[in-house]
């Protein structure tokens, strides 16, 4: 594999998720022209003069702003999350998913919805619902006698069953006229009604738990080489591994609450980040935030410009994933062998 | 108190079980200074779980071992891996690291929770890769080397430790004629220049008798004979611990141990 030096490749990622983002103000039903973006988003923190529409504004900044910024937000916690979960499992196709967040989230949203909670509520359920899921997985886990990762993936699949049979529960006994588009979508994933409130409680728990594991990233290296040669190196894996586990289910919880479920970004971000600067966690976890950011945010581009109505970003995820996945298999084969 | 200044490793009385199967029963040993030193047994004599029980991988269930007279018991894991770096008999690689970004982990028991290694870290690595001739691989993917570099560059990352004791889980199990003796003479050699003690397994009685200062039979999960090559390594006690007839042939300076004949 070619060796590019790093810095720049990340700056380079960096640079490509403010253009993003820039890109993402601009586009949509209601097409802004960049220089216009720019000069409103100046006029927040400069006085200049306001030569445009006010409808411009509440476009830019009340609407597209936010909702870009936790596309942003949501693709670098799946995504690093899915780099720190394939560390610590030698597996490429575990996400933080496979604890049972996703469904055991699921399953507090839809409660909240059919209860006709308030969004702020109903993010509250899914991260609540969320947390026990994965401590429900760790619990069983912990209560077997073999504390191998397989025991945790399989713990993980009872448990997000188990949830998956309680949100068809929950779908089955909703208004199918009111309640039930509402549950369905939001388990399809959206970011259509993300306002700041709710995208300032997400970023209040998945920043510091990003930077949590970035601190940590170095550790990750030493997880993946087995836990005998971990403990020969002076960790101790398994303490380790709650801190890295806990912190990425955080992040992915808070995260699910915020754009519902979407998968396949955990499973194709750090897949591509590994392509670009390698399988080292100290570059790979840096790489993984940044496309992870970029690459959630053209996806809902993508989903809100696509067509006239809303495309669920799940569904996106996985057109697009799928095939990206399948492709990345074939080339990187030596990956992981 | 003069053993402990000698002995860098010292067994007392090592006793290990998982739950109810002995593995390990009063073993008493001690390893010094620019020596190797070789554990010969059969398969399943407890030859790795003594290893692991040094590495502090496991707990033994009696008796003590002392590192530099420190009882292993009263040290961090940390600390204990800055003592003792071992070199796994298999190792299944999980991402295709750069070499040196794997002898580089080497460096972990001398880094804080949070920190990352930094330039004298990386000095340390690239001298232990120098020493032992993997230099110009270093940013090879460690997944596409030969068995006998893969065991170069995991000592290479035992080195870049720094510990004082080296301990390795049959070196040559997978490796041909030509790596087996590469990596043992660079053992040997390793032992005398960096004052390492070091311990390992072998399974072949051979490369004992070759390479070894001194030799523990094991057998059974006990030590049966304790000794120089020569004195250990006798026709006698090898068919005793194999349960087979053995000889050892000479051309008056070297020794080889080969299948004896029913006579």
Redesign the interface.
Known sequence: MRRRRFLPTLLLMWVGVLAVLLASLCLGRYPVAPKTVLQVLISRFAPIARTWDPTVETVVWQVRLPRALAAALVGAALSSGGAVFQGLFHNPLVSPYVLGVSSGAGFGAAVAILLGASAAITQASAFATGAVAVSLTWLIARSGRDRSHVTLVLAGFVVGSLFASLVAGAQYVADPSTKLPQIVFWLMGSLASVQWADLLRGTLIVVPCLLGVTGLRWKLNILSMGDDEARSLGENPWAMRVILVGLTTMATASSVALSGVIGWVGLVVPHLARGIVGPDSRKLIPASIALGAVYMMLIDDVARTLTMGEIPLGVLTGIIGAPIFALLLRQNRSDWN | MEQFRLSVVDIQDLGFAYGEATVLHDLTMAAVPREVFAIVGPNAAGKTTLLRCI?R?LTPRTGTIRIDGRDLKSLS??D???R???V?QS??P?????VQ?VVL??R??H?G?????GAHDVAVAQEAMKELGIYGIA?R?Y?QLSGGQLQLVLLARALA?EAHVLLLDEPTAHLDFRNRHLVLSTIRDLAVRRGLTVIMTVHDPNDAMQYADRVGLVSDGGLIALGTPDEVLTADNLGRLYGMPIDVLTDGTRRVIVPGTDS
Do not use: K, W
């Not at chain 2, 999980?94 to 750069?98: D, E, K, V």
């Not at chain 2, 929770?113 to 290694?117: F, H, I």
């Open positions: 590495e991988i894991a940390r204990v891996s800055r003792a770096a071992s796994p190792h299944a999980a991402f295709p690291y750069a970004d982990m080497g972990n028991p880094l929770v949070g920190a990352q290694p940013t993917p997944t430790q």
